[in-house]
């Protein structure tokens, strides 16, 4: 039976297709290496401080992306400590203690704060800080602290679903052998299904790893700024790689300029590659580890 022209077509150009969207991934990647790896070195990093004063705090980096790199993983480990316990615990009630009715409408609330763009959780946070500063609060301005709240609510619905998928994803029979050795809900989710579903939370804690560490559009308008140096606590301004990239591309002067534009995009592409490689090593460390003690 011969087959129609249309599937004919499709069977022929779906290769091509699947093959697309990698070639593109690589040539952005080439182009994006081609530009940034001359600029590699200390220059970029430190300008004409001095590498070791410059990481000690003793003298401030005005030309480098020392400052904009710490501001960025401070923000990173901010969001996560503030979203992490919140979203796994909440991923956790929905997959064994809500009710169906609750899990329904919580699961809805969910799905509608991961649709939220970026922006307009940055928005939110603005018009928090105004509504502060015109009630009980005429201090209170953009921040650290702020962006990281703001962008641990923007990571929240994938820690949360991450959570729920993997344990609603472990086994029944493992289940089924916990309850039949007399393990209550609770010790039968602390030690086996926790354990169990960890690769998948910890798939959900990189992603939100990779969202908090490249968004500008939320730092922008709750506490970044270009040249604040290195984080002096919560409640300062910060710089970030996002917006340095963004403010430098934007602003520059000359081909220099943006030569180191480019070369924060390629820190930050390694900075988030860096992240992504070390929460994927813990993860496989710790599955080796509980699949040891299992057997």
């Not at 979203?87 to 809500?98: M, P, T």
């Not at 940055?122 to 990281?148: E, K, S, V, Y």
Request: with cysteine.
């Amino acid at each position: 039976m011969t087959r129609p022209l249309c599937f004919r077509l499709i069977t022929a150009i779906a290769p091509l297709t699947a093959a697309l969207l990698p070639a593109c991934l690589l040539g952005l990647l080439a182009f994006l290496v081609f530009k940034g790896l001359p600029t590699l070195g200390m220059e970029l990093f430190f300008g004409d401080t001095p590498p070791v004063a410059a990481l000690l705090g003793r003298q401030p980096v005005w030309d480098g992306l020392w400052p904009a790199c710490a501001g960025s993983l401070c923000l990173v480990g901010l969001t996560l400590g503030l979203s992490l316990f919140p979203g796994v615990g909440c991923g956790i009630f929905l997959a064994e203690y809500a009710p169906p009715r609750l899990k329904s409408l919580a699961g809805a609330a969910v799905d509608m704060l991961a649709g939220t763009p970026s922006i307009v959780m940055g928005l939110f946070g603005f018009t928090l800080i105004l509504f502060l500063r015109h009630t009980f609060m005429p201090g209170a301005t953009t921040c650290l602290l702020l962006a990281a709240g703001c962008l641990a609510l923007l990571v929240l619905p994938v820690l949360i679903v991450g959570t729920r998928e993997a344990l609603e994803a472990v086994p029944q029979n493992l289940i089924l052998t916990a309850a039949s050795l007399g393990l209550t809900k609770n010790q039968r989710i602390r030690h086996v299904q926790l354990p169990a579903a960890a690769p998948g939370i910890w798939s959900g804690v990189i992603l939100a790893l990779g969202r908090a560490a490249e968004d500008t559009a939320v730092i922008m308008l709750t506490g970044v700024v270009a040249n604040a140096g290195l984080p002096a606590g919560i409640g300062a301004k910060f710089e970030a790689l996002p917006f340095s990239i963004f403010y430098t591309a934007a602003q520059y002067q000359s081909p220099e300029e943006l030569q180191r534009a480019f070369g924060a995009a390629l820190v930050l592409l390694l900075l988030a590659g860096g992240l992504i490689l070390a929460a994927r090593f813990f993860e496989n460390r710790y599955r080796r580890r509980w699949q040891g003690s299992a057997a």
